[in-house]
């Protein structure tokens, strides 16, 4: 039997983008309902880089102060080679908060903080969407259905919605794999957020309260077979400096997955709408998939807000054209910035180095990421 829900909005996905629109409805005196497929919280989680773009957003709903309180400001950024050491270092002065590193579980947190758990409906998902003129009918995974007035796809990289509801879209899959980790203080790696460039590899650290987060990414021609470790050990000696001992400073299992991005035509159909990575997911190398999420939110909730309720069309289209640009041009550049740091070559990765050592190329491309342009 099918019954219309008690809230108008659904919501498919509790991260960070699905919780962010939770947030701005809650203030516009809307209850969403947000189905999220895992049964609760706990994730072996890995580190984020949160730029400008997307601290505004947590500034305009309150929440900056408390991600602070979790996350570490960087003094600088600095790009070493596995060839030569460091190439170059842009120091964040102290009064200018560009960056924050941040372990996504505290991120997730502070959002979830404001978003009632009643409103939240754990291991759930849709199984079927069915979009009519004037309703959207959810057929859920314990077999119950209910009507919407708006369906928000806010459930990732493998997005249920996108599948259902959309059909011209791609999967990429990057002969890119990641690894993210978590060591102890005990290796001093500085106060700098620090990304150090290997053949055909990159290991990322960051130093985020009293722990440190790092990742290794890495091309290969196949997934890692078992002992994977083995093979990451291989893969932090090759990256260099002090991701070797990083990563013997810690036995847990780390967050591995291979990298993925999406491209879809169009976000949105009359009364269903894609945002964050289940609309267009972007290399994690750009640092940037959270930033562009948080923003989708908050501009789909102001498209909304202004909107008619009964036909949110209108609404979506005007977020979709508000915020494809921003998305294409992350996109394009962490293709660009993937080339660029995945060299295999030594030719080109000393005359890569030498670029980024001896001109204000890196300084650059910093206060474009940082300005969100
Ligand atoms: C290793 C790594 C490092 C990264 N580093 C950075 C970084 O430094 N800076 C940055 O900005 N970004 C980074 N990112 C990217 C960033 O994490 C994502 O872009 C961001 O989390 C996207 O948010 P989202 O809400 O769209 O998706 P997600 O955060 O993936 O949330 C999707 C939610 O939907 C749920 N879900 C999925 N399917 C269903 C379903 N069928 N039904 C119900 N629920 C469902 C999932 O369980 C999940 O809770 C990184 C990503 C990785 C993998």
Not at 18 to 38: F, K, S
Not at 133 to 157: H, I, Q, R, Y
Not at 352 to 364: I, Q, S
Request: with cysteine.
């Amino acid at each position: 039997m099918t019954h219309t829900s008690e809230s108008e909005v659904l919501i498919v996905g509790g991260g960070l983008a699905g919780l962010t629109v939770a947030n701005y409805l809650a203030r516009q005196g809307r209850e969403p309902l947000i189905v999220e497929q895992a049964t609760d919280w706990r994730e072996s989680g890995y580190g984020i880089g949160l730029w400008e773009a997307g601290l505004a957003v947590l500034d305009d709903l309150g929440r900056l102060e408390t991600v602070r309180e979790h996350a570490a400001a960087p003094d600088g950024f600095e790009i070493r080679s596995s060839l030569g050491g460091l190439l170059t270092r842009t120091r964040i002065a102290p009064e200018q908060t560009l960056l924050l590193a941040i372990y996504r579980g505290d991120l997730h947190a502070a959002l979830r903080d404001e978003v009632p758990d009643d409103w939240i409906r754990m291991g759930t998902s849709p199984e079927r969407i069915d979009e009519r003129s004037d309703e959207v009918v959810v057929t859920f995974d314990d077999g119950t259905k209910e009507t919407f007035g708006l369906v928000v796809g806010a459930d990732g990289v493998h997005s249920t919605v996108r599948e259902q509801c959309f059909t011209r879209w791609t999967v990429s899959e990057h002969d890119t794999y990641i690894w993210s980790l978590w060591a102890s203080q005990d290796v001093d790696v500085g106060s700098d957020m620090v990304s150090v460039w290997g053949p055909g590899s990159e290991g990322f650290v960051a130093r985020v309260g009293d722990r440190i987060g790092f990742n290794l990414a890495a091309q290969l021609d196949a997934p890692p077979e078992p002992p994977a470790r083995e093979r990451l050990r291989e893969q932090a000696e090759t990256i260099g400096w002090k991701v070797p001992e990083l990563l013997a400073g810690t036995e847990d299992e780390p967050f591995f997955d291979r990298v993925r991005d999406v491209t879809c035509e169009t976000w949105h159909t009359d009364r269903v709408v894609l945002l964050g990575d289940a609309a267009h997911a972007v290399h994690p190398i750009s640092g940037m998939g959270a930033s562009l999420a948080l923003q989708d939110a908050r501009v789909l909730a102001q498209e909304l807000a202004t909107g008619s309720p009964e036909r949110p069309s209108e609404a979506l289209a005007q977020f979709e054209q508000r915020r494809r640009d921003a998305a294409t041009r992350v996109r394009r550049e962490a293709r660009f910035e993937s080339a660029v740091m995945f060299l295999e070559s030594e030719h080109f990765r000393r005359l890569r180095d030498a670029a980024v050592e001896h001109t204000p190329l890196f300084g650059w491309f910093l206060e474009r990421r940082a300005s969100g342009q």
